[in-house]
């Protein structure tokens, strides 16, 4: 698990996701471009939910290590996603939603 800062919130999501965010909003920066992302996360209940985030250039993200937790949520389909448009965005053709 980790927490993704974004602004002045902390979201708690899998690994996986904070890394695949990450890697979208550099590529995003590199790209000068913007993108709207929904991604899974974990409230202050412990339940699942999902939060929206704006990514691009001058919008910092930063990934901090939380406590390891064997409920970790299933975001295969989010991490793909997302890697899918990181590749589109570094081959010049941005994901359009």
């Known amino acids: 698990m980790k927490y993704l800062v974004y602004g002045l ?4 999501t899998s690994s996986a996701a904070a890394t695949a965010v990450l890697q979208y909003t550099a590529a995003l920066g590199q790209s000068a471009l913007t993108d709207v992302v929904t991604m899974p996360a974990v409230d202050l209940t412990g ?3 999902f939060v929206s985030l704006v990514l691009g250039p001058g919008i910092p993200v930063l990934a901090e290590e939380a406590a390891d937790d064997l409920l970790e949520p299933a975001d295969l389909d989010f991490v793909d996603e997302i890697a899918a448009r990181t590749r589109a965005v570094l081959a010049g053709t941005p994901h359009h939603a």
């Open 9 to 12: 919130s902390s979201i708690l």
């Open 47 to 49: 339940a699942e939910t």
